[in-house]
């Protein structure tokens, strides 16, 4: 199956794709001010910079979307079609880097959550997990 985009188009297309502020991170950054939370943004000192760090409770939380960092939900586990190699060497690749930040994270004595995107669709829950790791 042929890309339907011409290579420039899905360039722009693909550069277009944020990798901060997205919609998940803000419901996420919303639900911990709701909470009287303070954090910090995008810790470039930190390993894999994670999206909202907590540096008083040693906390780190990524906010993942479920396509690009593989999630084993069904959003997370589909694969196009088009350019099939390319896109399993990618989330594979996603995926080892979020293992080796997690990793370093918990080394230096940091805890790390990570949040992921299909997470989001249940705030009630999404806030009683926010809590206990406030608590």
């Given at each position: 199956?042929?890309?339907?985009?011409?290579?420039?188009?899905?360039?722009?297309v693909?550069a277009r794709v944020?990798?901060k502020?997205t919609?998940?991170?803000?419901?996420?950054r919303?639900?911990?001010?709701?909470?009287?939370?303070?954090?910090?943004?995008?810790?470039?000192?930190?390993p894999?910079?994670?999206?909202?760090?907590?540096p008083?409770?040693?906390?780190?939380?990524?906010?993942?979307?479920c396509f690009?960092?593989?999630?084993?939900?069904?959003?997370?586990?589909?694969?196009p079609?088009?350019?099939?190699d390319?896109?399993?060497?990618?989330?594979?690749?996603?995926?080892?880097?979020?293992?080796?930040?997690?990793?370093?994270l918990?080394?230096?004595?940091?805890?790390?959550?990570?949040i992921?995107?299909?997470?989001?669709?249940d705030?009630?829950?999404?806030?009683?997990?926010?809590?206990?790791?406030?608590a």
């Open positions: 199956m042929t890309d339907v985009y011409s290579p420039q188009k899905r360039s722009a693909m944020k990798g502020g919609t998940p991170e803000l419901k996420v919303k639900a911990l001010t709701a909470l009287g939370a303070r954090y910090r943004l995008n810790r470039k000192d930190l894999g910079s994670p999206d909202l760090v907590m008083g409770r040693r906390l780190a939380i990524f906010v993942h979307g690009w960092h593989g999630h084993d939900c069904a959003r997370g586990a589909r694969v079609k088009a350019n099939r390319y896109w399993v060497g990618k989330v594979a690749g996603n995926r080892a880097r979020d293992v080796a930040a997690s990793e370093a918990a080394a230096k004595g940091w805890r790390v959550e990570t992921w995107e299909c997470d989001l669709k705030g009630a829950a999404l806030r009683d997990r926010l809590a206990a790791l406030l």
